[in-house]
């Protein structure tokens, strides 16, 4: 903090805090030096100079912890010009008069404030302070006649008397003066019309809304006592938290309902007290809410610092999904496990704006009524995380997640997953979201593959808005009983300009239209062109598969391409279903994402089927068994029959051995026949 004091028949006193500047300037014989000189000395100075030299007071001997300049002004030995740069440096400026001198009072209004305000910005004025010296040769008050300067003037925070030469209320001086900057009454309160401002009301209102856990309009004692602590980090006592309810009950009868505290009260209780000069005890709150100085939500707090290393991915960990399910579960009133448009709204109100469109809805999961499902919100989420991880952290940080889950920020949500190069070196990965691009001709059923993973038929697609397509859509499948996302991203079809984002996922999806013969060449050239030297697995989609299948303009047929590109056979699909479309593609992409690099061979002759991985893992699992079973016997045999002789017991092992090793071989043989 710095102050500078400068004068020339009046005294003008500007004091900065937040490791800042106290200036002064004023008139010669008010005592604006000496002001300065008796709080460093605790003691009124006998031989006062012209200007005192900078002084600085340490962080650690200042009620707020904040280092305080103090730089004196003389318009003996310094030009207006530099009295004009301290004055634009400045945080907050304290007017000294002369509580003895009715012109220093005058000079306040007809000459300081105006040159103040002429040389700082109107959107950011300086908070100032009225100061009055010599207190001590008078034993009137001045405050009747500074009062209604202080009601012209908003930019005044209040005012203060006291005395250089008696020390009266010297450090209550300073300490107003570093109230002012850190706790300034100005972004909160209009004392014109005796209630808080709009932004005030409006972040308060968020900050109940974030408090109330349960949604219920009323904050309870428990969600108080967690409030308390929350910005207090101490609770109130049971007696405290009813004298609080009582105050809101002697002034407005809706301010308690059930015992608890509604808004309207909540709001009360921080205009008393900014009334009664208590701005700390708001400004403690709407700061541990993320709010700075205009009652912004603060970059660094919406934003926190996530690094991310190439080729990783973001996911929401698991308390981050508690999180939202209590969000979920807050909201959705009707308990029909489905947020209905006013919910939605409701949800979304501690955001400054909308953050789900209509396209929303046709990229996750919604009911009978078109209204998005847990599943669905839970899946709207995952996609934000993955595709815009700083989005996903703002949208946090608006619904109170570092405050509600006690963590240091909305980066401890986040998990960032291992480099997918490691994952094919192991041959295993821990990811949870698995991307799969779909690539296609126009027409060739893209966005239809996309809505039937959400359940969607051909004839609830019709009824999609063209406005309100999306080219996402996000689904859950089930690999060998994990639960995995699959994010499928519609490609647009331009062949000669297919980015790295088109390129980067961990599936390709080539879809053609079997009763279009010019289809399939699109999907056949983009995957010589981009694919085939590629490590991305890729499953052809034969669309339509309910209509006529025309002779496709290709020199190879679908089959024999895959064939000799070592790909799986095109796999038939339509949404022209009675009921919802068959899932078990979305499932068999999936197996594919997880597992790149199966190379097993398969009834289908391919030296690079994915979908072969099945046999693999039943093969692993049944020789395990068979293993498994072979040392039991042998155990049991042995601790049985452990008197027979040694040449007897070795044959009727040899015996069972070989009956199960048949068994566990025709088996395998038989899932080979069916698969």
């Not at 407005?252 to 505290?261: A, I, K, Q, S, Y």
């Not at 926190?304 to 080729?311: S, V």
């Not at 009911?367 to 934000?384: A, F, R």
């Not at 952290?393 to 997953?417: D, P, R």
Request: some cysteine; overall charge neutral.
């Amino acid at each position: 903090m710095r102050c500078l004091l400068c004068f020339d028949r009046f005294c003008l006193l500007l004091f900065a805090v937040v490791a800042g500047y106290w200036r002064s300037a004023g008139g010669a014989k008010v005592g604006k030096t000496s002001l300065i000189m008796s709080l460093v000395s605790e003691e009124f100075p006998d031989d006062v100079p012209l200007r005192a030299e900078e002084i600085t007071i340490p962080a650690d001997v200042t009620p707020e912890r904040v280092p305080t300049h103090i730089v004196d002004y003389s318009e003996a030995e310094q030009s207006d010009e530099q009295l004009y740069q301290e004055i634009s440096k400045a945080n907050v400026i304290c007017i000294v008069y002369s509580v003895n001198n009715k012109k220093s009072i005058e000079k306040v209004t007809s000459h300081w404030i105006p040159l103040i305000n002429d040389r700082t910005d109107k959107d950011s004025r300086v908070p100032l302070i009225l100061v009055g010296n010599k207190s001590d040769l008078v034993e009137h008050s001045s405050m009747e006649t500074i009062l209604p300067i202080m009601n012209q003037y908003s930019d005044i925070e209040t005012c203060v008397e006291c005395s250089a030469k008696n020390l009266k209320n010297i450090s209550e001086l300073f300490y107003y003066a570093q109230k002012a900057v850190l706790h300034p009454t100005g972004p909160l309160y209009c004392p014109e019309e005796k209630e808080m401002k709009p932004s005030c009301i409006k972040s308060l209102t968020r900050i109940f809304k974030v408090s109330d856990l349960d949604n219920d309009g009323i904050l309870n004692d428990k969600e108080l006592n967690f409030f308390q602590r929350t910005c207090f980090n101490m609770p109130l006592a049971p007696q405290a938290l009813e004298d609080v309810k009582n105050v809101v009950r002697k002034n407005m009868t809706d301010g308690v309902e059930d015992n608890g505290l509604t808004l309207k009260g909540f709001l009360f209780l921080h205009t008393l007290f900014i009334q009664r000069g208590r701005h700390e005890t708001t400004w403690t709150v709407l700061r541990r809410f993320g709010y700075d100085d205009d009652l912004e939500l603060h970059q660094e707090y919406l934003f926190p610092l996530l690094k991310i290393p190439a080729d990783c991915t973001t996911e929401l960990n698991h308390n981050a999904y508690l999180f939202l399910q209590s969000v979920f579960d807050k909201h959705d009133k009707d308990r029909d496990c489905a947020l209905s448009p006013d919910e939605v709204k409701d949800l979304f109100k501690v955001f400054p704006y909308m953050p789900w469109g209509p396209d929303v809805n046709n990229t996750v999961c919604t009911n009978d009524q078109g209204w998005i499902t847990y599943q669905g919100y839970l899946s709207q989420w995952t996609l934000t995380t993955y595709l815009d991880v700083q989005r996903c952290l703002e949208y946090l940080g608006y619904l109170g997640y570092s405050i509600i889950c006690e963590q240091e920020s909305q980066a401890a949500a986040i998990t960032v997953t291992r480099n997918k190069r490691i994952d094919l070196q192991k041959k295993q990965t821990q990811r949870s979201v698995f991307r799969c691009n779909i690539l296609g001709a126009r027409g060739s059923g893209k966005t239809s593959f996309l809505q039937a993973f959400l359940g969607r038929n051909l004839l609830k697609q019709r009824k999609i808005r063209e406005d309100h397509k999306s080219f996402y859509s996000i689904n859950t499948t089930y690999v060998y009983g994990q639960e995995k996302y699959l994010l499928l991203h519609e490609v647009m079809p331009d062949f000669d300009f297919l980015s790295e984002e088109d390129l980067a996922c961990d599936v390709v999806c080539l879809v053609y239209d079997v009763n279009n013969p010019r289809s399939f060449e699109y999907c056949a050239k983009v995957y010589k062109q981009y694919f085939m030297d590629s490590k991305t697995p890729c499953m052809m989609i034969a669309s339509k598969s309910d209509l006529h299948e025309a002779r496709q303009h290709y020199s190879l047929t679908p089959l024999d391409f895959c064939r000799k590109n070592k790909l799986h056979p095109p796999q038939p699909w339509t949404c022209n279903t009675v009921d919802a479309p068959n899932k078990d593609l979305y499932t068999k992409l999936t197996t594919m994402a997880m597992y790149p690099h199966a190379k097993l061979r398969c009834m289908c002759t391919c030296n690079r089927c994915t979908f072969c991985i099945c046999q693999n893992i039943l093969r692993s699992q049944l020789l395990t068994n068979i293993k498994a079973k072979f040392y039991s016997v042998v155990l049991n045999r042995h601790m049985a029959q452990a008197d027979l002789k040694s040449s007897t017991f070795w044959l009727r092992a040899s015996v069972g051995a070989t009956v199960f090793a048949v068994l566990g071989f025709a088996m395998y043989r038989a899932i080979l026949k069916q698969r």
